[in-house]
């Protein structure tokens, strides 16, 4: 809207070009054409009948109203700096963007004429565009997560933990049994072997009695040992000795 001199308190020195305009925002003059006609940006009249556009408020009026779903290359302050197409629409959801050389977000005022507050206008669609950008983001994570789960890449994590308990007591309970099964056995070997070196057979019980306790304490004593020495492993020494 082009707003005469008699509706407006804007002083000259407020007032600046569209080439102005256009350095101000990092855009081509042609942006801020475009903009004009369709109805995005204000312009207003100077004391000389000249039309201008407002240092701030078109600023505020060019980046509230501007449609940051359909941008797909950069702007000349981004050319500048390097962007390409696909760093354009990374950070289209946010205002300001378009001019990566810029030190300072445009302040928030308002339009005298029309009384509304750009600069609140500006601060609740960035928050809608990043709002929307970080539903987008974890949509797409969900969906590949999704995917990871039927194709096998992905385990349900209370159930591995579930599993992995479980199997640690078994284990444990593997484990605490192996005394009462080798003790015997190993007092079985030496019973034997004395018993084939002719040895009189009431020295034989004498020397082996308690013997199967005794052995049995070691090995059980043997294997908390171990197991307490694996469960204090950690993902990063797992398989170290």
Do not use: W
Request: hydrophobic content about 35%; some cysteine; charged content about 30%.
């Amino acid at each position: 809207m082009f707003h005469r001199r008699t509706n407006h308190s804007y002083k000259d020195n407020e007032l600046i070009t569209g080439d102005a305009l256009a350095v101000s925002l990092g855009v081509s003059a042609a942006a801020i054409s475009k903009a004009k006609r369709f109805g995005r940006i204000d312009t207003f009249e100077n004391s000389r009948g000249k039309e201008y556009y407002h240092s701030v408020v078109s600023v505020q009026q060019f980046l509230a109203n501007k449609d940051r779903s359909h941008v797909t290359t950069p702007t000349r302050a981004q050319k500048a700096v390097g962007m390409d197409s696909m760093a354009a629409m990374g950070v289209a959801h946010i205002a300001g963007a378009e001019n990566p050389n810029s030190s300072s977000a445009p302040i928030a005022t308002k339009a005298i004429v029309e009384r509304i507050d750009y600069g609140k206008i500006l601060e609740e669609k960035q928050d809608l565009e990043l709002s929307k950008s970080e539903k987008e983001y974890h949509l797409s994570r969900l969906a590949r997560m999704k995917a990871d789960e039927m194709e096998g890449r992905l385990v349900d994590k209370q159930l591995c933990f579930q599993q992995a308990y479980q199997l640690g007591i078994a284990i444990q309970d593997k484990v605490m049994t192996i005394y009462s099964r080798l003790s015997p056995e190993i007092v079985g070997e030496f019973r034997d072997v004395m018993t084939k070196t002719e040895i009189p057979n009431e020295k034989i019980l004498l020397v082996i009695e308690g013997m199967e306790h005794a052995v049995g304490e070691k090995i059980r004593k043997a294997c908390i040992v171990s197991l307490r020495d694996l469960s204090e492993k950690t993902k990063e020494n797992i398989l170290s000795k």
